[in-house]
């Protein structure tokens, strides 16, 4: 599902009730700590399994146990997960309960509010060796301006990763994020769970969740 006809490389997970009451409890201010952490990271796991719907696959014949021989498929790439610090790390947990033995990357932006142009600071990179010849999914649980996004595909970039061999998952996105991060890579994709309203004067997302970082980590 894709309700931005201008970002066509932009996928919702499909819109059910379960989705939906999950993301109204995590937008819920009352809900406690306890329940922020469940709920985010049952989402983490769906959006992480769909993420991996879209990477390539190649048929594959088995025999099964009856003596059938059997057409399939199986994953036809490595893959590697890449987390922007420090919300990103909430969903390494939900990556490597689904892909066991996952090799996952750091990198640490940060905005630079004293800058003009606001422009993000590059802090810390650490990758595998062979990130150049994996699909990457790259995890930030919050699209708002797409600033450190923008940054950390950039980085990628540098290490050798086509921007089609990344998928940006996120939990919540804004439209002024999406726009930003199609433009600017146009074969990467990006998967949802939601598309908010806007961002408002302070860069949070309209209505969001507030500061995931804060309520995920317990640092209100
Ligand atoms: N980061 C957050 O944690 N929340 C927002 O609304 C925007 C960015």
Redesign the pocket.
Known sequence: MNPLSSCPHFHLIHQNQQIRAMLTILRDRNTDRADFIFYADRLFRLLIEEALSMLPYREKQITTPTGSVFTGCEFSSNLAGVSIVR?GESMEAALRCVCKKIRIGKILIQRNEASADKAPIHYYTKLPHDIADRHVLLLDP?L?SGGSARAAIEILKEHGVPESRIIFVNMIAAPEGVRSICSSFPALQIVSCALDDYLNDE???IP??????DRYFGTE
């Open positions: 919300s919050m708002a860069k949070y997302i969001g969740v507030g500061d995931f970082g």
